[in-house]
T-cell receptor, first 112, second 114 residues
Framework: RKEVEQDPGPFNVPEGATVAFNCTYS??????FFWYRQDCRKEPKLLMS???SGNEDGRFTAQLNRASQYISLLIRDSKLSDSATYLC?????????????FGTGTQLKVEL | EAGVTQFPSHSVIEKGQTVTLRCDPI?????LYWYRRVMGKEIKFLLH????????ESGMPNNRFLAERTGGTYSTLKVQPAELEDSGVYFC????????????FGPGTRLTVT
């Protein structure tokens, strides 16, 4: 089983819609998680971190379900500018160094 | 504040040639990382420097790859000799010691080996 798994999409949604992506992880010892955003041919940029039950930042909400080992990203009132690939990222558990483990990403396309 | 910068942005070389990629981290970031994304795959960790010391090089594919960070500032990643499967986007990232997982990525170097 892959360490981090995501549905690659694409998710095509109309502007204003609410969309959610899930990401499953295999290491039950993982304590924190990140969502990164990557625009086409650009670098990944940190979007949100999830340390406990969840995190909310404006239209974006990230939640963690430890029992089922998945994290989710919810985007409300989608904008055209939200079109990007969303990467689920898992840091190592304590003592495992600093390397980040990336999922393959979920592609979102917001349309008029 | 300047972000992570990488040079060159693109490189096209022939199999068997040598290429050197450069990364300048954010000023004051002691942690520097190299990652790579090959087509169709996820971004994968290559190695991690703390200042000039290699902390973790578990992701380096083979001994054709050599990373250095002399003086603990900028870093170089040399591929010699390059193979076709080395094609991909090489990202550099940096972070502060006190917040190591908050990593800031550079724009990447797109390497094509023909």
């Amino acid at each position: 089983r892959k360490e981090v798994e995501q549905d690659p999409g694409p998710f095509n949604v109309p502007e204003g819609a609410t969309v959610a992506f899930n990401c499953t992880y295999s290491n039950s010892a993982s304590q924190s998680f990140f969502w990164y955003r990557q625009d086409c041919r650009k670098e990944p940029k940190l979007l949100m971190s999830v340390y406990s039950s969840g995190n909310e930042d404006g239209r974006f909400t990230a939640q963690l379900n430890r029992a089922s080992q998945y994290i989710s990203l919810l985007i409300r009132d989608s904008k055209l500018s939200d079109s990007a690939t969303y990467l689920c990222v898992v840091p190592p558990f304590t003592g495992g160094g600093n390397k980040l483990t990336f999922g393959t990403g979920t592609q979102l396309k917001v349309e008029l | 504040e300047a972000g992570v910068t990488q040079f060159p942005s693109h490189s096209v070389i022939e199999k068997g040639q040598t290429v050197t990629l450069r990364c300048d981290p954010i000023s004051g970031h002691d942690n520097l990382y190299w990652y790579r994304r090959v087509m169709g795959k996820e971004i994968k960790f290559l190695l991690h420097f703390v200042k000039e010391s290699k902390q973790d090089e578990s992701g380096m594919p083979n001994n054709r790859f050599l990373a250095e960070r002399t003086g603990g500032t900028y870093s170089t990643l040399k591929v010699q000799p390059a193979e076709l499967e080395d094609s991909g986007v090489y990202f550099c990232a940096s972070s502060q010691v006190r917040n190591p997982y908050e990593q800031y990525f550079g724009p990447g170097t797109r390497l094509t080996v023909t």
